[in-house]
């Protein structure tokens, strides 16, 4: 930088102000020193684990999003430090430049290798507590590789948007008053956001979605055929015709346990009889109160409310209606059991919570509420015992029906108007869940939150340490199956200001010590948490597949049922080896 002295003061260059200009109006110009450093600072937080472990396309996305965020944050501050330091005419020289570059140019590499070393070990310490395949020095190269790629490409993209704003700023200082122009092209630059993010991508994202997933909706899975017992919707004697029952629904009817299956297991009751199924699609009736009422009228005519239990079924997104629940609840009972649920949408949970929004809650409500009047219109000694499940999303569904101002309050109502309720891996902003988890007794973790000693309502996983409460479990039971490593339960938008829960201690049994919360970076990773949330083995993440046995036991355990029974059962369905996967 060449300073001349005018008035016994230093100046810039005015030269070196023009390069400054130049060298931010481009959108291929090179980097900023800020920038780059604080990107070295995004990549290196990246890099530490979360609840799931994320293989290496994962992280090169993780870590492309940080690098370019970090820069983008860095680059504006820097900016706004160089114009302040020029200004006063102290602009670090030349050699001082040359110098910090040289560093930068050795830390990046360093940084790099030394992320690279921290990254295997942290994961591989995670995978292997997880009994999941340990990742290598061959994932390195290609993790790296591809957070580069990503990182430079949003990166031209961030400076393409930043070059059109200040385009768009310059027209409008030709028409608008000074103080007012700076104002305006931010108001315009969020409406052209709203309209091209939020109006034209939304729309294009949603008629995408239901045009690929509604087509997938209507196929029918290889391997499934029409039942014919008259007890399962779709049938023959079915006031649900098959071909309205989405491809969900076909799965779960079809799949109704056997007799012979019921019978390869000897139960603690009566002769098995064959299970009630009742599934009322999309396309079964035009509206959700419709198809609540056809699902009552269903349950009439397949004897549901002649079964020992009858369970108000929510499933997820797509209509999905848990196997692995599903079996273990009919062998449990050895079949004298109704389950019975409504779609409400076919896109999966993660994109039907955005494009579907309140759809589960609708449902669940419709639901409950039309079978809860005819199950009440039953003599008391000829009802049912009335239960609730949901799973993910239809957690949400479950929830609503009951919530109330207070924890108390909303369990109050819950157990007031049915036997139970198994809940699995509720979402993270649900209701009931919140109240339960924030008025938890004096030292009880966010993971395993203890309400009034457990009486009522209990949160279980399989923490071999696992200590249960000290007080009764009294029925009606509410039991909330969550894993301390299940994303769907733990992540909130939050995350971007402040740690989460979570990560206080004592933290649970498969939950990293290293894991740590870094501003933006950790909610980064909390997406790519909930997208992975399936990918963990059973018993971790959001798989529950090992657990349905027991929690159906924990909330209403046939009579005489021991613990000896519950693995006995768990053995003989094999939970757990496969793993779920929403289809």
Avoid at 57 to 76: E, F, K, P, R, T
Avoid at 332 to 350: F, K
Wanted: glycine share 12%.
């Amino acid at each position: 930088m060449n300073i001349s002295s005018e008035g016994g003061r230093s100046m810039p260059d005015l030269d070196n102000q023009g390069t400054v200009a130049r060298r931010h109006g481009s959108v291929l110009a090179a980097p900023t020193f800020s920038g780059v450093l604080l990107a070295l600072l995004f990549w290196w937080e990246s890099l530490t684990p979360t609840l799931v472990p994320r293989p290496w396309a994962a992280q090169a996305a993780v870590s492309g999003v940080c690098i370019a965020v970090g820069y983008g944050i860095g680059a504006l501050v820097g900016h706004g430090v160089q114009r302040a330091l020029v200004r006063w005419g102290d602009s670090p020289g030349p050699r001082t430049r040359s110098w910090s570059w040289l560093l930068l140019g050795v830390g990046w590499p360093a940084g790099v290798l030394g992320g690279s070393v921290l990254w295997l070990d942290r994961q591989n310490d995670q995978r292997t507590l997880m009994g999941m395949p340990p990742v290598g020095w061959s994932d390195v190269v290609p993790m790296v590789t591809g957070a580069a790629v990503l990182a430079a490409l949003l990166v031209v993209v961030g400076r393409a948007i930043q070059k059109g704003l200040r385009a768009l700023d310059r027209r409008i200082r030709r028409r608008v008053p000074g103080r007012l122009a700076a104002p305006t092209t931010i108001l315009l630059g969020v409406v052209l956001a709203v309209l091209l993010f939020g109006g034209l991508a939304f729309r294009g994202v949603t008629e995408l979605a239901s045009s690929a997933y509604g087509a997938m909706n209507e196929e029918t899975a290889e391997g499934i055929v029409r039942p014919e017992g008259a007890t399962v919707s779709g049938s023959p004697q079915s006031l649900v015709p098959w071909e309205t029952l989405g491809r969900m629904g076909r799965d779960f009817v079809a799949g109704v346990t056997t007799a012979d299956e019921l019978a390869a297991f000897p139960g603690t009751g009566g002769p098995p009889v064959d299970p009630v199924r009742v599934y009322v699609g999309v396309r079964s009736a035009d509206s959700l109160d419709a198809r609540a009422e056809l699902a009552v009228r269903e349950l009439e005519r397949a004897g549901g409310f002649d079964r020992e239990v009858l369970v108000v079924w929510v499933p997820t997104g797509t209509g999905w209606m848990i196997p692995e629940a599903a079996e273990a609840l009919e062998q449990l009972y050895d079949g004298d059991t109704a389950i019975v649920g409504i779609q409400y949408s076919y896109l999966p949970s993660l994109l039907s919570v955005f494009l579907d929004d309140g759809l589960a809650v609708e449902a669940g409500s419709a639901l409950f509420n039309a079978v809860e009047a005819h199950w009440n219109q039953l003599p008391s000694d000829r009802r049912p015992r009335l239960l609730l499940f949901g799973k993910s999303l239809g957690t949400a569904g479950v929830e609503a029906i009951f919530a109330a101002v207070d924890a108390r309050s909303s369990i109050g109502n819950l157990v007031a108007r049915t036997d139970g309720a198994l809940i699995v891996g509720a979402k993270h902003v649900n209701p009931i869940h919140s109240q339960i988890t924030d008025a938890r007794d004096p030292g009880s973790p966010v993971w395993q939150p203890i309400l009034d000693q457990g009486r009522t309502v209990r949160f279980l996983n399989r923490d071999p340490n696992q200590r249960p409460p000290g007080g009764a479990w009294s029925a009606p039971r509410i039991c909330y199956l969550q894993h301390p490593s299940d994303p769907v339960s733990f992540w909130g938008v939050e995350a971007l200001w402040r740690p989460p829960e979570w990560m206080d201690r004592p933290r649970g049994y498969d939950v990293p010590e290293s894991a740590r919360w870094f501003p933006i970076v950790t909610a980064v990773q909390a997406v790519s948490d909930l997208v992975l949330q399936l990918s963990p083995p059973p018993g971790f993440g959001h798989d529950y597949a090992t657990d349905y046995v027991s929690g159906w036991a924990q909330v209403l355990p046939p009579d005489g049922w021991t613990d000896a029974d519950k693995e006995r059962l768990e053995q003989f369905l094999g939970q757990g080896t496969a793993g779920e996967s929403e289809p």
